[in-house]
């Protein structure tokens, strides 16, 4: 099983940046197909993008060429840069494999405000 530790959100204006990450235990992170995702409030969970092992990513249209998915295996650490920030980013971010999920962290609070 591995754990999955959100960090790096925080209160920012709209047009302002962050930069979350996601830490996972264990020695299988190198091999799965990872995503980020968020929950905005009253609305479900959606996947925002996501990367393969070898580090290809995919985007939902609503944040391209805004934010960009990385990571980095042998820190068994994946990350969201996130840069022009609008009100609708405002959510908890999580991160989870692509698919067959693992137990969800607690996320990360991002809240996009003037």
């Known amino acids: 099983q591995v754990q999955l530790v959100e960090s790096g959100g925080g209160l920012v204006q709209p047009g302002g940046s962050l930069r979350l990450s996601c830490v996972a235990s264990?020695?299988?992170?190198?091999?799965?197909?990872m995503a980020w995702y968020r929950q905005a409030p009253g609305k479900q969970r959606e996947r925002v993008a996501d990367?393969?092992?070898?580090?290809?990513?995919n985007y939902v249209e609503s944040v391209k060429g805004r934010f960009t998915i990385s990571r980095d295996n042998a820190k068994n650490t994946m990350y969201l840069q996130m840069n022009s920030l609008k009100g609708e980013d405002t959510a908890v971010y999580y991160c989870?494999?692509?698919?067959?999920?693992?137990?969800w962290g607690q996320g990360t609070q991002v809240t996009v405000s003037s």
């Open positions: 990367i393969t092992r070898d580090g290809r990513a």
């Open positions: 989870n494999a692509r698919y067959q999920y693992f137990d």
């Open positions: 264990g020695s299988a992170f190198s091999s799965l197909f």
